[in-house]
């Protein structure tokens, strides 16, 4: 048996109940030294995500990315366009990587997601002009374009999907958003059917965000301390994500779905994110392995990925059939006091905040790195 066999045994488990597993992370070194095309063809990996803290990240010490910091210096240009050309150039080159697995899969997988940027969040019509502008810089058909789950970015999805861009709806914590996110994605189904663009070749994904959700409520059951509240801790976030899935499944179940479902028109997915366990108390591959139900995405930082792949057990499905246990789970904690509404809008608050922190650090070290070497070329 050869070393990928042996690892990728659960991973391929996973693929085979009908989770896609995406890679939660980018950079021009996974692209250059040939470990993305590693991983599609070990690990089982059929996709990417990106947001501002990943590239901040990965451009933020400028390793790999010298010689376009110097084309880019030579030639002025601002620092937005800097790091948009740098982004985009990775997102092109990483879903060029995938494109075998995009035209296997009939676009559902092979694809490469990219964020608007971070400050637009509440702004709908920035946004909608942002993501235009992205899927033509990326200018690839696997590519998807992420918007938050906002107030202002709801208008924002229905717009995109309408005009034909696949959207990656992101920061998505709350039921109730969860909801009007897949909303939004009917109705940019249904003003892209009237313009007369073909929904089949439309994808979009609902990225649920999981690891915060216990992160958050598990601080404020440890600040009670009572037996109850300490039994609790690790249930939020799996009950908050099953009672999701279980609102996917009416949805896209439902009259309005139907009609739209005959015109060959894809399902919007639920993709679990902020998989990566933040408590060591925990396994940790807890929220692959407890979030296991067909037509999901995983998307996973690595080392979520390789844990999975080293002694991930995976089951069957783990997700439906749970939802009556779920709702226990969040009343109890609502029981105690916490407010589930007052959580999920912090949390939401709270990311929209440190993608534009992450992306103004980005902005930061490449300003920095511009004016450097136009003084060094002078």
Same mark, same amino acid.
């Given at each position: 048996?050869?070393?990928?066999?042996?690892t990728?045994?659960?991973l +391929?488990?996973l693929?085979?109940?009908?989770?896609?597993?995406?890679?939660?992370?980018?950079?021009?070194?996974?692209i250059?030294?040939?470990?993305?095309?590693?991983?599609? =063809?070990?690990?089982?990996?059929?996709?990417?995500?990106?947001?501002?803290?990943?590239?901040?990240? =990965?451009?933020g010490?400028?390793?790999?990315y010298?010689?376009?910091?110097?084309d880019?210096?030579?030639? /002025?240009?601002?620092?937005?366009?800097?790091?948009?050309?740098?982004?985009t150039?990775?997102?092109?080159a990483?879903a !060029?990587?995938?494109?075998?697995?995009?035209?296997?899969?009939?676009?559902?997988?092979?694809?490469v997601?990219?964020?608007?940027?971070?400050?637009?969040?509440h702004?709908?019509?920035?946004?909608?002009a942002? =993501?235009?502008?992205?899927?033509?810089?990326?200018?690839?058909?696997?590519v998807?374009?992420?918007?938050?789950a906002?107030?202002?970015?709801?208008?924002?999805?229905?717009?995109?999907?309408?005009? /034909?861009i696949?959207v990656?709806?992101?920061l998505i914590?709350?039921?109730?958003r969860?909801?009007?996110?897949?909303?939004?994605?009917?109705?940019?189904?249904?003003?892209?059917?009237?313009?007369g663009?073909e929904?089949?070749?439309?994808?979009s994904?609902?990225?649920?965000?999981?690891?915060?959700?216990?992160t958050?409520?598990?601080?404020?059951?440890?600040?009670l301390?009572?037996d109850?509240?300490?039994?609790?801790? /690790?249930?939020?976030?799996?009950?908050?994500?099953?009672?999701?899935?279980e609102?996917?499944?009416?949805?896209?179940s439902?009259?309005?779905?139907?009609?739209?479902?005959g015109s060959?028109?894809?399902?919007?997915?639920p993709?679990?994110?902020?998989?990566?366990v +933040?408590?060591?108390?925990?396994? !940790?591959?807890?929220?692959?392995?407890d979030?296991? =139900?067909?037509?999901?995405?995983?998307t996973?930082?690595?080392?979520?990925?390789?844990?999975?792949a080293?002694?991930?057990n995976?089951?069957?499905?783990?997700v439906?059939g749970?939802?009556?246990?779920?709702?226990? !789970?969040l009343?109890?904690?609502?029981?105690?006091?916490?407010?589930y509404?007052?959580?999920?809008r912090?949390?939401?608050d709270? /990311?929209?905040?440190?993608?534009?922190v992450?992306?103004?650090?980005?902005?930061?070290?490449?300003?920095?790195?511009?004016?450097?070497?136009?003084? !060094?070329g002078?």
């Amino acid at each position: 048996m050869t070393e990928a066999s042996a690892t990728a045994g659960a991973l +391929k488990r996973l693929s085979d109940e009908g989770v896609s597993i995406w890679l939660d992370d980018l950079s021009r070194g996974r692209i250059t030294s040939g470990n993305l095309a590693e991983l599609i =063809a070990t690990k089982n990996v059929v996709g990417v995500t990106t947001n501002p803290s990943i590239f901040q990240a =990965a451009i933020g010490s400028g390793e790999g990315y010298e010689e376009q910091l110097a084309d880019l210096a030579v030639r /002025g240009v601002t620092v937005d366009e800097a790091v948009r050309m740098m982004t985009t150039a990775d997102v092109r080159a990483a879903a !060029d990587i995938l494109r075998p697995v995009y035209d296997t899969t009939g676009g559902r997988d092979g694809r490469v997601s990219i964020e608007v940027d971070p400050r637009l969040a509440h702004h709908t019509a920035a946004t909608i002009a942002e =993501a235009r502008q992205l899927a033509w810089l990326v200018d690839r058909p696997n590519v998807m374009i992420k918007i938050p789950a906002t107030k202002a970015g709801l208008p924002a999805i229905t717009e995109v999907i309408g005009a /034909g861009i696949s959207v990656n709806v992101t920061l998505i914590f709350s039921l109730e958003r969860y909801r009007e996110v897949m909303d939004a994605y009917l109705a940019g189904l249904e003003k892209a059917q009237a313009a007369g663009i073909e929904p089949a070749g439309i994808h979009s994904v609902a990225s649920f965000f999981v690891s915060r959700v216990d992160t958050e409520i598990d601080k404020r059951l440890s600040v009670l301390g009572t037996d109850e509240a300490l039994a609790l801790k /690790g249930r939020a976030a799996l009950a908050n994500a099953r009672l999701a899935y279980e609102a996917y499944e009416e949805v896209f179940s439902g009259d309005r779905w139907t009609a739209l479902a005959g015109s060959r028109a894809n399902k919007q997915r639920p993709l679990w994110a902020s998989t990566g366990v +933040k408590d060591p108390a925990y396994k !940790d591959t807890l929220y692959v392995e407890d979030l296991v =139900a067909p037509g999901t995405v995983n998307t996973m930082p690595e080392a979520t990925l390789n844990a999975t792949a080293d002694h991930g057990n995976i089951h069957g499905d783990t997700v439906s059939g749970g939802y009556a246990q779920a709702r226990a !789970d969040l009343a109890a904690v609502e029981r105690l006091g916490i407010s589930y509404d007052e959580v999920v809008r912090q949390l939401e608050d709270e /990311g929209v905040a440190k993608f534009e922190v992450a992306w103004q650090e980005l902005l930061d070290a490449v300003t920095k790195s511009l004016t450097g070497k136009g003084v !060094d070329g002078e």
